[in-house]
């Protein structure tokens, strides 16, 4: 599946892996959970156990790069780099009336 393809299908976690800081000043997603990529490695087992797909994303696509790259080599199957969050909060805006 694409990234598109998850978001249309309306079923998946997100995961905010900026610094609480960078969501107050920038802003952020509805209903994404913050993780900061500094806390990725001790919060795996939390990402690790969603039974669905898994879109990260920061604030240019760098740092969930980093993060997918490292939750993929602890066994992630379904996960998906959502890029910077300004990009993707305008496709999840664009694909609402989807599904």
């Known amino acids: 599946m694409s990234l598109i393809e998850v978001i249309q299908s309306g079923n998946y976690e997100l995961i905010d ?45 760098n740092r969930s790069g980093k993060a997918l790259e490292y939750l993929n080599s602890q066994g992630l199957k379904d996960g998906y780099n959502g890029g910077g969050w300004a990009e993707l909060k305008a496709v999840l805006e664009a694909n609402q009336g989807t599904f």
């Open 17 to 61: 892996v900026r610094e609480p800081m960078e969501l107050e000043m920038d802003g952020n997603i509805d209903g994404a959970k913050n993780i900061p990529l500094g806390e990725v490695e001790d919060r795996q087992e939390e990402i690790l156990s969603v039974e669905k797909p898994v879109i990260i994303f920061c604030r240019s696509g």
